[in-house]
Nanobody, 128 residues
Framework: EVQLVESGGGLVQTGGSLRLSCAAS????????IGWFRQAPGKEREGVSC????????YYADSVQDRFTISKDNAKNTVYLQINSLKPEDTAVYYC?????????????????????WGQGIQVTVSS
């Protein structure tokens, strides 16, 4: 059974940085993507970024270009999301996810209800 466990969230001041981690366990096929979604209070969940387990290719939502960087450490089965220049509007619960079609889901070409695996989510709060 696949498990995704997020860590690294918390309270950060505007302009600060944060690195979220997603530790994966269980068998994840190498054609899967692992990525991040977020849900701000009162808003729909949105895709942030994802990375291919196979070749490390990365995808980002247009709304987070430049400030967010996704990476992975294969030896640790961990995916990271580095967030710089944090803004209050980045406040949200951040979810790790894994799915074969995550890149399509990220760009809203497929619904996120089809995501195979979700983490429990972690809170990121940016104070102004």
């Amino acid at each position: 059974e696949v498990q995704l466990v997020e860590s690294g969230g918390g309270l950060v001041q505007t302009g600060g940085s944060l690195r979220l981690s997603c530790a994966a366990s269980g068998f994840i096929p190498d054609d899967y993507f692992i990525g991040w979604f977020r849900q701000a209070p009162g808003k729909e969940r949105e895709g942030v970024s994802c990375i291919s387990s196979k070749d490390g290719s990365t995808y980002y939502a247009d709304s987070v270009q430049d400030r967010f960087t996704i990476s992975k450490d294969n030896a640790k089965n961990t995916v990271y999301l580095q967030i710089n220049s944090l803004k209050p509007e980045d406040t949200a619960v951040y979810y790790c996810a894994a799915d074969r079609w995550l890149a399509l889901i990220l760009h809203r070409l497929r619904g996120d209800e089809y995501v195979d695996y979700w983490g429990q989510g972690i809170q990121v709060t940016v104070s102004s």
